[in-house]
């Protein structure tokens, strides 16, 4: 008697919720590329995502991403680091220094050991003498201004390049190309064709002569979510975030995680402040920064705490932010794509019955679209203060369905668990 193997079909499995969210963020670039390219072919602003200003969003956007990704560590485990500007700031010295005497890559390493002094400030305050976490962060933002400010005049003005305030001449770090693929992607962005050529830029921006640390801050972000979301180590440090004391109650060390968290917090931004003095401009200056290290923790907040989500927020600052050094017609074509961008936010708040923000999203974007129609251009002064009126937008209209950590901020004593 002969047994039949049948090979029935089978139900594949059910995509996993991270497949799901892979599809989902996949959709939404695609829909804004698409979205991108309509409004350059309707206001024949060529330059709203020509190759160099994909560079320089790509590289305005570093700098406020890393202060976002460090802001997600250090509140992750329940520690809010308002300090991110002044470690920032410190980032931006040590790069300078260390830069010149030994060169970009141990500038690397020395910008982010100052902004890791900033984070242990920061962190004994907190977690050992349980200072309150915003009165602490805005006593190193005003610390870490003086000190630079000192340290600068201290070691930089008997300097080739130096002065009081500044140190120009340093060396940066290398840049990547891939000519071939370059300069064709390049050639098929110069044709203007709609979706592809946009497609073809954004690989340009990529490929031609584009800074070896856009590709390490990316890596940066696939290593914070794997360690954060992926690992035991991980886990154990958002538990202090969420519920420090039923974590103590299961072994964990609360202050030793509270301590790594705003130690790792501020090494990353400090390699922000790196970003600013190697990358995004030829030099230190005292003042660099320029508030953003509060735009990195707008990011964090927009971005629901989650690297891809403050990847995603920081793209956007730092494209509104690149967008004041093109030419008036790209900045014009900015007014038309915020209010379509504020249309679709309207049509999904609908989809998931808000009415009430839906009509608030709509009228800011009919606000938008009316200056768009009865304006040739947006007067220069408005578009310096881009990056800043975003943040408001940002912060007033896309808050209402994000979750910080239950303990963000909240004091906690060892012991408490009992």
Known sequence: MSTAVTTSAVAP????????????WLLIAVGFLAIVSSVRVISGANEIDSVGTLQAALIATCPILLAALGGIWAERAGIVNIGLEGQMILGTWGAAYFTYFYGPWVGLIGAGLLGLVGGILHAVATVTFGVDHIVSGVALNIIAA????FL???YFRDLDGGGVRQLTGLSTPPKVEVPWLGDAAGELAAKHWFVVSDLAAVVAALTRN????????AALVALTWWVLWKTTFGLRLRSCGENPQAAETLGVNVYRFKYLAVIISGAFAGLGGYMLVLVSSSGFITGQT?????????????????PLGAAGASTMFGYTDAMQLR??????????????????????????????????????????????????EVPREFAGMTPYVATLLVLALGTQRLRMPAADGKPYRKGQAG
């Open 13 to 24: 499995p059910p995509p996993t919720a991270s497949a799901g969210r892979s599809y989902r």
């Open 146 to 149: 003086g000190a630079v400010a």
């Open 152 to 154: 600068a005049e201290a």
């Open 210 to 217: 584009m800074s070896i640390m856009v590709y390490i801050v």
């Open 290 to 306: 320029g508030g953003r290290g509060y735009i990195g923790l707008a990011a964090m907040i927009f971005g629901n705490w989650r």
């Open 327 to 376: 030419n008036a017609a790209a900045v014009h074509a900015l007014l038309l794509l915020v209010a379509v961008l504020l249309f679709v936010f309207m049509l999904l708040r609908i989809r998931q019955g808000d009415r009430k923000n839906a009509v608030l999203f709509g009228a800011v974007g009919v606000g938008f679209l009316v200056w768009f129609l009865l304006s040739d």
